[in-house]
T-cell receptor
Framework: DQQVKQNSPSLSVQEGRISILNCDYT??????FLWYKKYPAEGPTFLIS?????DKNEDGRFTVFLNKSAKHLSLHIVPSQPGDSAVYFC????????????FGKGTRLHILP | DGGITQSPKYLFRKEGQNVTLSCEQN?????MYWYRQDPGQGLRLIYY???????QKGDIAEGYSVSREKKESFPLTVTSAQKNPTAFYLC??????????????FGPGTRLTVT
């Protein structure tokens, strides 16, 4: 039973264009959402997060949008750069219940020259 | 420099042997976690600990054991009972603010191969 779903295993985007990575969740108790970026053979690094009281959070080229009614969030990267090629994990937590973070399976982003 | 260290980066063992993966953090974080990643899979939680001398099972704890004798250390033992031990193992830590977890910080990982 996957509580956090990333339905696109991979995505290819031209350098300079916008990359949009999508994530759906099923647990309405989730109140905090995170995106992590991971290069091969390395640990994930935290990218950006959003609390359920917001619908948008922006940090430089990265913006996360949250649509609670649709149980959907997305990560926008603009403009996309070669160093953005990595696997992106969406994650969620129900902080008022326990301290676990549930990760999606990840989306591999390829930035094309 | 604060961070999380995992050693070694690559580990090879024969089937039937127990093996212990180390994880050390100097971030003064209360909580520590162990995950495993398999190809095409997300990160799956093995064990986590919020305080010294206490830990909880995650979603796939069978065949694994942990200890938390010091705040900065959270070693994971992969026992011979773990049916598919070959994987990439990640350790993480996080602050607990008012009892709530925020971002987790990950180590570089250990790739364990059992033959």
């Amino acid at each position: 039973d996957q509580q956090v779903k990333q339905n696109s295993p991979s995505l290819s985007v031209q350098e300079g264009r916008i990359s949009i990575l999508n994530c759906d969740y099923t647990n309405s108790m989730f109140d905090y959402f995170l995106w992590y970026k991971k290069y091969p053979a390395e640990g994930p690094t935290f990218l950006i997060s959003i609390s359920s009281i917001k619908d948008k959070n922006e940090d430089g080229r990265f913006t996360v949008f949250l649509n609670k009614s649709a149980k959907h969030l997305s990560l926008h990267i603009v403009p996309s750069q070669p160093g953005d090629s990595a696997v992106y994990f969406c994650a969620a937590s129900a902080r008022n219940r326990d301290d676990k973070i549930i990760f999606g399976k990840g989306t591999r982003l390829h930035i094309l020259p | 420099d604060g961070g999380i260290t995992q050693s070694p980066k690559y580990l090879f063992r024969k089937e039937g042997q127990n093996v212990t993966l180390s994880c050390e953090q100097n971030l003064n974080h209360d909580a520590m976690y162990w995950y495993r990643q398999d190809p095409g899979q997300g990160l799956r939680l093995i064990y986590y600990s919020q305080i010294v001398n206490d830990f909880q099972k995650g979603d796939i704890a069978e065949g694994y054991s942990v200890s938390r004798e010091k705040k900065e250390s959270f070693p994971l033992t992969v026992t011979s009972a773990q049916k598919n031990p070959t994987a990439f193992y990640l350790c993480a830590s996080s602050d607990l603010v008012r009892g709530r977890v925020y971002e987790q910080y990950f180590g570089p990982g250990t790739r364990l191969t059992v033959t």
